[in-house]
């Protein structure tokens, strides 16, 4: 079994970055919430307790039973997870005179804790916590202060059990990275091999196992994702694999066929299917966002259950589920509040009666892509930009003709097109047009005209979960905007939209 790293989830908005930082040391680990977590396996090596909004002076405060696993592995515990242990064993936690939010000076007393191996004397750190310990118990020994706060970190003696008030997985921590270079590698021992090409060696190895001589269905959207997840099963049980891509009339101009050729080129067993006309009479009528969103999801459900029926005793159903998504759905915090219904085909019905196999859910989108890289993906696939599962049906606000696809493919073909023409393309995150339900005045060639206007949108961002519109060349814009008037018939207005996530949203519906 793979050598782990288990974290301990509180509730804090930083522990999926927990998980990234030791992760780029090459350490496997899991995220799991503190009130339901694995058995300790000899694979796990040590334990990080991650940050929480709430307080440990709370009457239902989350709480821990650290014996479970105290003097057994090393402990780490951040912020709340400090705090608690603290509290627990016998010291004392109050509220700070002031919150402390920010960058702080860490004096370190110890120079000879391993957990601060390293660190510069007056380390930067970051802070972000209400409350403070204000006294340890007898065997807590303090390794670092800061100016406000005294118990910055400790070590309990005779056990590998720390606690340190600030945040290291934060890039604000300037040597936070060494930090966890300390813990996971000084401290657990991980070996540090869990790098792109082991874990494509292992998935393999054990879907192998897994699949034997079955039938795999996969449904295909040309994303990084699928793409990545097929490859891998295909490596596992080559022809048993039947991938499906569907033009839902909604992708972009030429896309069906391009990315139908690339996964032929790849040697994917793949089939294209022509649910344009369904997907647009689910569509028919409908101009609310959430009712488009959810008759594209039926739409979809409807066609690959069509398609699997075709395949003879298939008996799984390959999904390119990433580490966010699982998260996401067992996180302390449970499934966000439904801003927009996404589709996913992980909603699919009971009654498909297939067993679900998804290879990279254990992985955060760059490892997604990483893989694909040790798996010599075409990068043209692995650098595009994310495009949502109901493609241009969401931006196209109010309903869906074929013409008004028609309409957007084409601006939308000139605003990538010149993206990429103006090298562009990879310092966005994601770009695209929205096609909006309103028409102004113009004039042409001094022809009255009353078109519709279109509102180009690129942000920058990490995750998706918050991003900036990009701030693209006036110049670039200039040029665009003159093309996509000048070249597509029924728009005669171009805006820029400069909203950034949150308030708004990357798509508009
Ligand atoms: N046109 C399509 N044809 C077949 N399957 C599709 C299509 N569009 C989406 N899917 C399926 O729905 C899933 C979710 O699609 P969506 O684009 O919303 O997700 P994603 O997280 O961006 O994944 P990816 O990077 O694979 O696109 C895809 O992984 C794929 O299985
Ligand atoms: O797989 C998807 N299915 C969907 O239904 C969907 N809706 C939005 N998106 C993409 O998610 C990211 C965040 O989008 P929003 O800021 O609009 O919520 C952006 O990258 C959006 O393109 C989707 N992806
Ligand atoms: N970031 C944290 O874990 C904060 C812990 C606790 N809520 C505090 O304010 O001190
Ligand atoms: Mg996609």
Redesign the pocket.
Known sequence: MTEQILILDFGSQYTQLIARRVRELNVYCEIHPYNNFPELTPNIKGVILSGSPCSVRDEDAPYLDFDKFRKIVPILGVCYGAQLMAQLLGGDVKPSQHREYGRARLEIDDEDSSLLTGLSTTSQVWMSHGDTIVSIPENFHIIASTESVKVAAFKIENELTYGIQFHPEVTHSTEGKQLMHNFVVGICGCKQDWTADAFVEQSISSLKAKLGKDRVV??????????VAATLVHHAIGKNLFC?????GL?RKDEYDQVLESYRDMGLNIKGVDAKDLFYSALDGLSDPEAKRKAIGKA?IDVFDQESHLIEDVKWLG??T?YPDVIESVSVKGPSATIKS????GGLPDFMKLKIVEPLNTLFKDEVRLVGKTLEIDPTILGRH????PGLAIRILGEITPEKVAILQEVDAIFIGGLRKWNLYNEVWQAGVMLLPVKSVGVMGDERTYESVVALRAVTSVDGMTADWAHLPYDFLAEVSNDIINKVKGVNRVVYDISSKPPATIEWE
């Open positions: 996969m449904a295909l959207s040309g994303g990084v994702d699928s793409t499906i891509f569907v033009d839902n992708l979809f999904q390119g990433i996404h589709h996913n085909v994310p495009f949502p599962g």
